[in-house]
Nanobody, 127 residues
Framework: QVHLVESGGGLVQTGGSLRVSCAAS????????MGWFRQAPGKEREFVAAISRNGGTTSYADSVKGRFTISRDNPTNTVYLQMNSLKFEDTAAYYCAAARPWSPTRVVLTTTEYNYWGQGTQVTVSS
């Protein structure tokens, strides 16, 4: 079982940048595909970005494509989400999640396929 802890959230102005991190407790971190999701008050949790086990494949929601970048550092068991050109509508709690697909190049896009979730970190974008 892997334990996930997000950090790096905070308050930022529109147009600003922020990087959130997710540290995993599991030493076999490279066996997990990772994803970032977000949930705003009164809304369902939505997919933001995903990265494959080997880091070679990524996928993004249309709403963040070109502004957000997901990356991972397997030796330090950490996945990152770099967020640039932030908009008010990016305000949400951001969650990282881990899944174990058999393929090292597959990204996981749906909440139901993820087995482990962090507690979330709040990102607030002021207008």
């Amino acid at each position: 079982q892997v334990h996930l802890v997000e950090s790096g959230g905070g308050l930022v102005q529109t147009g600003g940048s922020l990087r959130v991190s997710c540290a995993a407790s599991e030493d076999s971190f490279s066996s997990y595909a990772m994803g970032w999701f977000r949930q705003a008050p009164g809304k369902e949790r939505e997919f933001v970005a995903a990265i494959s086990r080997n880091g070679g494949t990524t996928s993004y929601a249309d709403s963040v494509k070109g502004r957000f970048t997901i990356s991972r550092d397997n030796p330090t068991n950490t996945v990152y989400l770099q967020m640039n050109s932030l908009k008010f509508e990016d305000t949400a709690a951001y969650y990282c999640a881990a899944a174990r697909p058999w393929s090292p190049t597959r990204v996981v896009l749906t909440t139901t396929e993820y087995n482990y979730w962090g507690q979330g970190t709040q990102v607030t974008v002021s207008s």
